[in-house]
């Protein structure tokens, strides 16, 4: 046996042999200082081999002891705390990554709560603090991995990431600020700099090291989920670090790369969000993406297609990064090519959410920003097919948003993919998404110059009524309306015509009634000839006063039209329009005339119509204020004006005409086949008409009828179809009384109910699934308000 | 274009007055002071009365009657006496006296023309202006010394320029030189700048296609704006006090445009229409700012006092009187 190995192991033996049993003071604390000698801490240094020997094979020995003769007694041997201290700086001095080892096995072992446990707690805070970890994880640098130390890395790698949950778990409520997670993770970010910082220091001396146990508790730490608390200590440091030093970036390249696969994503993604910014992002990660598959497939997979909780300064991290070198950016292409035949699949757009469709046009958006003429160029035409194939199903669907957002990525993708053409253009409302979308398919400002200093910028007031002027040649007369829309060539009288028909037809009602159906079958089939501002709106009131004026046969003739040869889909989509809107202004009278007077534009601009209401508020708030009311209780909240529902004598005119015939296809009209935008809005509108049938006498009947149509189209494949069906029956739930229902219909609302259950459960769509669930919360209220009924 | 942060732009504000009672158009308004200060506006009417508003009451204190029932179309008030300058379809420009309430004809200069061209005024001393009228060729301006009523400069265009009447006269005096300059639109839609004393056209440039109708000009800038029949708005400088260079136009939706004023601090600028709105832009950008639709005929005057406050005056017989963006 090697002479230094049995010194060394003979005088700890006899060390440990006095500390376990001697009961003087005195003779511990020399048996301890003669220990410290290996340490190499004191005046008399053990030689060096002895002090490596002694901390290779028995300091961890020694330590258990250590902490196997905590007690109070044992440490009041000597006053002053003397024992304590000698025995912490055991832990505090000795070899690292043993002692960190010790004293968590020491807390696991420890009775909870105990003496022992909260010594050996503060003594693992001081060792945090004393920045002790550093050393832990520093120790793991320099080492050659051998299959023994593998293991002990693990273990040590468990416990560094698990410390807090350990200590949480040992300590329960007693535990120390030091052990909370948003305490010690930020710690160990600055510890991973500190030993980073020495690895830069010692490569920069010509010594070889290893980082992949930092990259360990590196992506340890971020799969826990801490993240935030250790990404947001490191990444700003390493930002700065890393600026024109390039020892710096190829040490953090060197410590992503080494993050563990099954690490990876969780690390990518922290760190594209900690990241300020593409170029932030380059430097930490250099070219990872070319050179880890499992980086690859996260950066441009995982991110892209599988998840949409990216924000989206981070995706114009993500996007930005791959687009800021020569060696990514073939990965930015089949990214654009990919992101572009997702957006385009017409199975994705059914069968993912909306949500997830927006990720991908704007990520999509922000690849076109990124990408050269010359790269578009190359695989134009591939991209364009996918482009082409993508349009044409976005605008085939049924839902408002899914089209516009086909209408913005065309515009904008067809200008880039092929500039020398004319520009497309497309109609849509202008809201948040669409500015957002718009402003993220322009390249990043450089940097916003100073606006031009002056006078203050003035807010300007409301404009929206500012139109042209109108000449003086409005008709006064229904008949001088119908005539001028007919055979007029003079277009000023025409517009006129058009502007002052609604009104006249509601001040005329005896007059329109001579002409009603004539004027219907002119409005109906008006075309826009001149550029009218909101022709479109003119023609639906005016149609609905009309309506309004005499429901019985206008509404019959337009719900005949509806399935009649040669109307567009647009026509037929009017005349649904113009029947759910009739109905309601006839159930609520005044409800509709109220909201056409706020919302017309240009015609009547006289401001008369603001001002007047204000002034009636300021009036009737003084007569409320100079008047005595006796009645305290009185509510003066005014009761709405009531009246009878005229929609009760007339519903059926509006809604079985509609029912009889969308399973027979015409020509030009088939409902159940391409024309499914029509069906949904048939599906709505039926269900308009069902819920203002409220407390009618026929509601009974058109229950019934519109449960069967339901029934017929329950696994209808558009969204916009389901939802119309699910509305119809929130509608029927909500107007037929219910005992009727339960009489009449009881098969009916079982299959219903099942039906619901699994459309809540199950549908693709989010607002089918909403609209499922409040159908099953209303049934069961119906059942809630029968059962009291029937159960005694 | 819509420009920033406007989501919900706030609703234009009611007129802070309405004054009523003009009996006829109003076709000329001018705020002054009156005794002790007091806030006036005048205005001039179709029927030939001047009206004189106080704006503590908001009622007529006198109607003058100078005009023998022609139309009132231009009101100024020199600052002597105070003095009014009154200009009638009856081919006088009446000056009256409204010191101490009274309100007689004191003096009057016979008119040359018949035309729609208002005067312009131009303070020379203390106690002398400088009067610019349509002359008696169709083409000519004519400029008086007042009040001597001496004429002392008469400007025609020369042989071929064929610029029609003048429209609308702006005298003007810049700081750094001497000379009075004379901007005059003219009926081809032309804009041309006289040297007064020199008698000729420094620049001339054709803004319009239509007759220029007003123009206002923002000295501090040496930047002003003209309006004509036609739907569009002129911006134009003077480079160097000497060249007339259109910076743009400003493209409306209604032709016609029967007065503009830009206000005393050149903020804003309101313009009066024939299609009964008053529009006001901000003057330094051109951006539209809000539209007065309040009254129900052709708008045929604006005016701005040092205040902030704007009067429009209309064929509908009202005066509209509303504060905006009050000046800081």
């Not at chain 1, 995706?315 to 020569?326: E, F, K, N, P, T």
């Not at chain 1, 009603?516 to 089939?525: D, N, T």
């Amino acid at each position: 046996m090697d002479p230094v190995a049995s010194a060394v192991r003979l005088a700890v033996q006899e060390a440990v042999h006095i500390l376990s049993s001697s009961e003087d003071g005195g003779h511990i604390i020399s048996t301890l200082q003669s220990l410290r000698r290996y340490l190499g801490e004191t005046e008399t240094q053990a030689p060096p081999e002895e002090q490596e020997e002694f901390s290779r094979t028995h300091f961890s020995t020694i330590l258990r002891c250590l902490v196997g003769k905590l007690s109070p007694d044992w440490l009041d041997l000597l006053p002053d705390g003397q024992l304590e201290e000698l025995w912490a700086s055991f832990f505090l001095e000795g070899p690292a990554d043993q002692a960190f080892l010790v004293l968590m096995e020491s807390i696991e072992g420890a009775a909870s709560p105990s003496f022992r446990l909260m010594k050996m707690a503060r003594l693992l805070a001081r060792f945090l603090s004393a920045g002790r970890m550093a050393a832990v994880m520093e120790g793991q640098c320099g080492q050659q991995a051998g299959p023994a130390s593998r293991l002990l890395q693990e273990t040590l790698l468990t416990r560094v990431v698990g410390l807090p949950d350990h200590l949480g778990n040992r300590l329960q409520r007693e535990t120390l600020a030091a052990f909370f997670p948003q305490n010690y993770f930020p710690l160990l970010g600055e510890e991973v700099l500190r030993v980073l910082q020495a690895v830069v220091d010692s490569l920069r001396g010509g010594l070889d090291c290893s980082v992949s146990f930092l990259s360990q508790v590196l992506g340890k730490a971020c799969v826990h989920g801490r993240q935030k608390e250790i990404l947001g200590v490191l990444v700003p440091r390493l930002t700065v670090l890393t600026q024109g030093n390039c020892l710096w970036q190829r040490v953090c390249w060197r410590l992503v790369e080494c993050v563990p696969d099954r690490a990876m994503e969780a690390v990518l993604k922290g760190l594209v969000e900690a990241a300020p910014g593409p170029e932030v992002l380059s430097r930490l990660l250099g070219n990872l993406v070319t050179k880890s598959k499992k980086a690859q497939f996260v950066m441009t997979q995982k991110l892209l297609f599988l998840q949409y909780s990216c924000s989206m300064p981070m995706l114009q991290s993500l996007l930005g990064y791959l687009a800021m070198d020569s060696q990514r950016r073939p990965l930015l292409v089949q990214a654009l090519k990919e992101l572009l035949e997702t957006w385009g699949s017409s199975s994705a757009i059914r069968h993912t959410p909306l949500e997830q469709q927006r990720y991908v046009s704007k990520a999509l958006l922000i690849c076109l920003t990124h990408l050269g003429e010359a790269e578009l160029r190359a695989s134009r035409d591939e991209l364009l097919a996918s482009l082409m194939e993508g349009v044409k199903s976005r605008l085939d669907s049924s839902l408002p948003p899914v089209r516009r957002l086909g209408m913005i990525v065309a515009e904008v993708a067809s200008a880039r993919l092929h500039p020398e053409g004319p520009p497309l253009k497309f109609q849509y409302e202008e809201d948040e998404l669409t500015r957002e979308m718009l402003a993220l398919a322009v390249p990043r400002p450089a940097a916003d110059g100073p606006s031009e200093a002056g006078d203050d910028e003035l807010v300007p007031y409301d404009m929206s009524g500012d139109g042209e002027q109108r000449g003086s040649k409005t008709p006064a007369y229904v008949r001088d309306c119908l005539e001028a829309l007919t055979a007029s060539e003079d277009w000023e009288r025409w517009e006129e015509a058009l502007r002052a028909l609604e009104g006249l037809v509601l001040k005329s009602p005896a007059a329109t009634r001579e002409v009603s159906l004539e004027l219907a079958k002119v409005l109906l089939h008006l075309e826009e000839k001149t550029a009218v501002a909101g022709f479109e709106r003119l023609r639906q009131r005016a149609l609905v006063a009309v309506t309004v004026t005499d429901p019985a046969r206008v509404a019959e003739y337009l719900a005949v039209q509806f399935y009649a040869l040669n109307y567009s889909l647009r026509q037929r989509m009017d005349i649904l329009d113009v029947l759910a809107l009739a109905a309601q202004e006839l159930s609520r009278p005044g409800c509709l005339g109220k909201a056409a007077q706020r919302g017309s534009p240009g015609p009547g601009s006289q401001p008369s119509g603001a001002a007047v209401p204000a002034w009636k508020a300021v009036v009737e708030e003084r007569v409320r204020r100079k008047t005595r009311r006796f009645c305290k209780q009185g509510s003066t909240g005014r009761a709405a004006a009531a009246g009878p529902n005229e929609f009760n004598a007339v519903a059926g005119y509006f809604f079985f005409p509609l029912l009889q015939r969308f399973d027979r296809p015409v020509v030009t009209f088939d409902l159940l086949g391409d024309d499914q935008l029509v069906l949904g809005r048939l599906a709505h509108t039926l269900g308009a008409l069902m819920y203002l049938a409220v407390n009618t006498a026929v509601a009974v009947p058109m229950g019934k009828a519109l449960l069967e149509f339901v029934w017929a189209l329950r696994f209808h494949g558009d969204a916009y179809v389901r939802r119309g069906l699910l509305s119809a029956v929130s509608s029927v739930l909500l107007s037929v009384p219910a005992e009727w229902l339960l009489a009449d219909l009881p098969d009916e609302l079982l299959e219903a109910r099942s039906w619901l259950a699994d459309v809540a459960e199950q549908d693709a769509d989010e607002d089918c699934r909403l609209l499922a669930v409040k159908a099953l919360l209303l049934l069961e209220k119906l059942r809630d308000r029968l059962l009291p009924l029937s159960s005694p | 274009m819509q420009t920033g942060s406007e989501h919900m732009a706030a609703p234009v504000p009611n007129p802070q007055f309405v004054l009523r009672g003009a009996r006829s158009a109003v076709h000329a308004l001018h705020f002054c002071h009156g005794a002790q200060g007091h806030p006036l506006l005048l205005s001039g009417s179709l029927r030939g009365l001047v009206h004189v508003w106080s704006l503590q009451t908001r009622r007529p204190l006198a109607a003058l009657d100078g005009h023998g029932g022609q139309c009132v179309t231009w009101l100024h008030t020199l600052p002597q006496g105070p003095q009014l300058l009154s200009q009638g379809r009856d081919l006088q420009l009446c000056v009256w006296d409204l010191a101490e309430g009274r309100n007689a004809v004191v003096d009057a200069v016979h008119l040359e023309s018949v035309g729609f061209c208002r005067a312009s005024v131009l303070a020379e001393g203390p106690q002398r202006w400088m009067l610019a009228v349509p002359g008696r060729g169709s083409d000519e301006v004519q400029v008086l010394e007042l009040p001597s009523k001496t004429s002392v400069s008469c400007l025609k265009p020369e042989a071929g320029a064929r610029l029609g009447m003048p429209m609308c006269l702006q005298l003007w005096q810049a700081e750094s030189s001497p000379r009075p300059l004379l901007l005059a639109g003219y009926e081809d839609g032309s804009l041309a700048l006289w040297d007064v004393s020199a008698r000729k056209v420094c620049s001339r440039v054709a803004c319009h296609s239509e007759p220029v109708m007003a123009l206002a000009l923002d000295p501090r800038r040496a930047r002003g704006v003209s309006g004509s029949a036609e739907k569009v708005l002129a911006v134009w400088s003077l480079e160097g006090q000497q060249a007339l260079q259109v910076r743009g136009t400003h493209e409306l939706i209604n032709p016609g445009i029967a007065d503009l004023k830009i206000r005393p601090d050149s903020k804003i600028l309101a313009t009066a229409g024939w299609d009964h709105r008053v529009r006001v832009f901000q003057w330094r950008t051109m951006k539209p700012l809000a539209v007065l639709a309040f009254h129900s005929a052709t708008v045929h005057c604006v005016a701005f006092n040092t205040t902030g406050l704007l009067a429009a005056g209309s064929g509908d017989q009202r005066i509209s009187v509303w504060s905006l963006y009050p000046p800081t």
